[in-house]
């Protein structure tokens, strides 16, 4: 018996080592059950925090003031960090009416839903001339995708008749004919009264086709003054062609670099001077991704997968930045600096601070005691943003943001070219026909008085006056006219 409890002794005592390990792997399992139950928790509230902030914007007159910022350089100096964190990884708070005849030989519309919400895309102001470009509005305060007006083309009979969709109505408009290819769920409406014609490409649009507008609008004259039926299409006619808020799905195909660049070029520009709209331009256009210095969720969720992207890997086409120190600046090769005028950057920002990305303050919030120490902090930013970049920055193309808007595929092209690569007719036609994307802040909504003091108009026009000088002793052509002091 003693040497059997000896022998158990030393079995047990073999034993005790698994033992301990068995209870440390099971407390370490309770530990991981824990921590998974704890960020599934986390990751609930986030998501009920989310539906709070958007039912509270739903309502302006509820949104709360503009949280406290953090003050960026208060004086025209080129050292020192911007308002965003060091790290890559900071995050920022922030049919046609009765009497039609249709001929299909495409799909059907996938769903009454889908043509339904098309419509709504649809509601009044089409132009009367094929020169203007046109917000359609459901309501005086809603703004809804454009449609935009592709030009005047010369085509044939044999070219038309192999469009999918056809409609025939005397009393056909550009309105309609819109709506037709639209609920089609087409890309191109091709006009001329009383034809409608549909098609998903614009490959069969080449520039060779255009004609002078001219020829369209003589002939729409001449069928509004003609009381006779219209007679059929001769072999060839001039054809109004728009683009319908139907996005072509290879405008969305967007990847990274094939190969690594070994060159950094930067998207820099103050907050507020439309570096998302660039971006998005620049991904239609390009078809690469843009990568970001900083991460922002929201962005990331809303297509743009450069965010996620660590912003040295050189898979991206560019990268954006609102740095303005010489460390920062030197760690890019060259740099696509983007200037708007700082009246609208400041009243831009500002709204972004308060209300996101596609939100608008509230009078209260111009009013606020808020705003004009914005207007101290950020004023000086926008000024010495423009001056650290054009006194470091090594390889510079300066664009500015309203001549992007009044001449978009000519800015287009210096920017690819500066990028250093090709552009294609089809996507040139992407960003021209989708320009606006889902960050362009909805209708002009201002606030119903001036909120530039004339203290703040003193210190902001002395900036731009800085700002002017130091790009024409560049060599850079200066600032537009209309941010001049008048």
């Known amino acids: 018996m003693k040497w059997l409890s000896t022998e158990v002794r030393d079995s047990m005592g073999m034993v005790a080592p698994f033992y301990k390990l068995h209870c440390l792997l099971k407390r370490a399992q309770m530990l991981l059950l824990c921590l998974g139950i704890a960020y599934l928790m986390a990751g609930s509230i986030l998501l009920l925090q989310r539906s709070s902030i958007r039912i509270a914007q739903s309502n302006p007159a509820n949104?709360?003031?503009?949280?406290?910022?953090?003050?960026?350089?208060?004086?025209?100096?080129?050292?020192?960090?911007?308002?965003?964190?060091?790290?890559?990884?900071?995050?920022?708070?922030?049919?046609?009416?009765?009497?039609?005849?249709?001929?299909?030989?495409?799909?059907?519309?996938?769903?009454?839903?889908?043509?339904?919400?098309?419509?709504r895309w649809f509601h009044s102001l089409v132009p009367d001339s094929p020169e203007q470009r046109v917000s359609l509005h459901r309501s005086s305060t809603h703004k809804v995708r454009n449609v935009h007006y592709r030009g005047c083309f010369k085509l044939l009979k044999s070219t038309t008749g192999s469009f999918p969709?056809?409609?025939?109505?005397?009393?056909?408009?550009?309105?309609?004919?819109?709506?037709?290819?639209?609920?089609?769920?087409?890309l191109l409406a091709v006009f001329r009264k009383p034809h409608c014609f549909c098609t998903w490409t614009s490959s069969i649009l080449s520039l060779k086709q255009q004609s002078d507008n001219q020829q369209c609008v003589g002939n729409l004259a001449l069928n509004d003054t003609s009381t006779s039926t219209p007679s059929a299409a001769t072999e060839h006619d001039h054809y109004q062609v728009y683009h319908t808020p139907v996005l072509d799905s290879r405008c969305k195909e967007r990847m990274f670099l094939p190969h690594r660049s070994s060159s950094l070029v930067a998207l820099s520009s103050f907050p507020g001077a439309g570096n998302t709209w660039v971006r998005h331009l620049i991904e239609l256009v390009t078809g690469y991704y843009t990568g970001s210095f900083y991460f922002d969720g929201t962005l990331y969720n809303?297509?743009?997968?450069g965010e996620k992207d660590y912003w040295k890997?050189?898979?991206?086409?560019?990268?954006?930045?609102?740095?303005?120190?010489q460390k920062e600046i030197e760690m890019f090769d060259s740099a696509i600096l983007l200037i708007r005028n700082p009246y609208r950057s400041l009243m831009a920002e500002?709204?972004?601070?308060?209300?996101?990305?596609?939100?608008?303050?509230t009078d209260a919030q111009w009013k606020s005691k808020e705003w004009p120490e914005f207007v101290s902090s950020y004023a000086p930013w926008w000024a010495s943003h423009a001056l650290s970049w054009l006194k470091f920055g090594r390889h510079l193309l300066v664009v500015h943001y309203e001549e992007l808007q009044r001449a978009l595929l000519p800015q287009l092209r210096l920017i690819t070219t500066f990028l250093n690569t090709t552009m294609s007719e089809e996507r040139l036609f992407c960003a021209q026909s989708n320009q606006d994307g889902h960050f362009k802040r909805s209708g002009p909504q201002q606030p119903t008085f001036d909120p530039f003091t004339p203290d703040m108009r003193q210190m902001i026009d002395a900036f731009i006056h800085t700002v002017d000088q130091a790009l024409k002793s560049r060599n850079f052509s200066g600032l537009p006219e209309e941010y001049l002091p008048r």
């Open 165 to 186: 969709v056809y409609s025939f109505q005397p009393n056909l408009t550009t309105q309609s004919c819109i709506e037709t290819c639209t609920d089609k769920e087409l």
């Open 63 to 119: 949104l709360p003031h503009m949280l406290s910022l953090a003050a960026p350089p208060t004086a025209l100096r080129t050292a020192g960090l911007g308002m965003r964190a060091r790290s890559r990884w900071a995050a920022i708070q922030s049919a046609p009416g009765g009497g039609a005849k249709v001929r299909r030989q495409g799909p059907a519309s996938r769903s009454l839903g889908v043509q339904h919400l098309h419509r």
């Open 313 to 325: 890997s050189g898979r991206s086409i560019c990268i954006k930045t609102h740095e303005s120190g």
């Open 302 to 305: 809303r297509g743009f997968k």
């Open 350 to 361: 500002f709204n972004r601070k308060c209300a996101g990305h596609l939100g608008h303050a």
